[in-house]
């Protein structure tokens, strides 16, 4: 049967628009499929201090092969992965010396973050060492530091990772609540500190992923997975008061393995 030259023209065009959509859905799928590095960001939590193992080039930050981000690149071997999480790192630090392997061709990027600029150190070092009304008031200006100052840190970190890694999926990662109370311990902090710390945990927490989800991040919350391995529970994935004192209050390697991994996991 002869076809109709209005025929003929309409069905040119059909296939050149279905040529067409094909190439663009080739293409990006192929900007997806580009889009596989792995860029692993944050602080100690990140870096797996507490953890032991840690790579000898890593220096003070203490980045380990039992950290979570170690963990997951190796069971699932990314087409890259950088590793930038450094110990004692706060928001400005992770702007100004960790960004640096991320790019176009990042697909995910985690990040634990926050936690330094409220003080955390500080304010545990008061706890251990002073009065309870003096571990109470430190723990009061964290919190009030973590609502009024923090989230607009938080924001400046999140919004440099999307310009630098647009195609990125970001897990941004809590903490855990470091006291079970009403635990095994018979000595140390009073149940009064521990609650109020745990208090700020997850004050921090809540400060975090309500700006990540603003950002369109994925908050992985690791609460549920330490539950019943805080400190005082009698099977703690967390460091108490040790030697060398900086793995103090910090995830053990089961704390990186059972309490981390898990939760960066399910969230990507």
């Given at each position: ?18 040529l ?12 997806e499929?580009?889009a ?18 840690y ?17 997951w ?27 640096g ?5 990042t697909?995910?990027?985690s990040?634990?973050v ?11 070092t ?12 430190a ?9 009024g ?56 927490n809540?400060?975090?992923?309500k ?20 400190i ?23 704390g990186q393995s ?5 939760a ?5």
């Amino acid at each position: 049967m002869k076809l109709s030259r209005r025929a003929v023209v309409s069905a040119a065009l059909l296939l050149s628009s279905a040529l067409s959509l094909t190439g663009a859905g080739a293409a990006h799928a192929a900007g997806e499929a580009a889009a596989t590095g792995y860029v692993a960001l944050g602080d100690s939590y990140s870096s797996g201090v507490g953890a032991g193992s840690y790579d000898s080039g890593s220096g003070d930050c203490k980045r380990s092969t039992k950290a979570y981000p170690s963990l997951w690149a190796a069971a699932n071997s990314p087409s890259s992965f950088a590793f930038t999480a450094c110990s004692g790192a706060r928001t400005g630090d992770v702007i100004a010396g960790q960004l640096g392997p991320l790019n176009s061709s990042t697909g995910i990027v985690s990040i634990s973050v926050g936690g330094n600029d409220a003080g955390f150190a500080d304010v545990m070092t008061t706890c251990v060492l002073q009065s309870e009304s003096a571990c109470l008031n430190a723990v009061a200006e964290a919190r009030a530091y973590m609502t009024g100052t923090l989230p607009g840190k938080l924001d400046q970190v999140y919004s440099a990772i999307s310009s630098r890694a647009p195609a990125a999926e970001v897990v941004v990662l809590g903490y855990p609540r470091l006291y079970k109370l009403n635990g095994s311990c018979i000595a140390g902090l009073s149940e009064k500190e521990r609650a109020a710390l745990n208090g700020a945990s997850d004050e921090l927490n809540g400060v975090t992923a309500k700006r990540a989800a603003d950002h369109g991040f994925t908050f992985g919350d690791v609460v549920p997975n330490f539950t019943g391995h805080e400190i005082c529970s009698g099977d703690s994935w967390l460091h108490s008061v040790t030697f060398p004192i900086v793995n103090s209050y910090h995830p053990t390697a089961a704390g990186q393995s059972g309490g981390y991994l898990p939760a960066f996991d399910s969230a990507v």
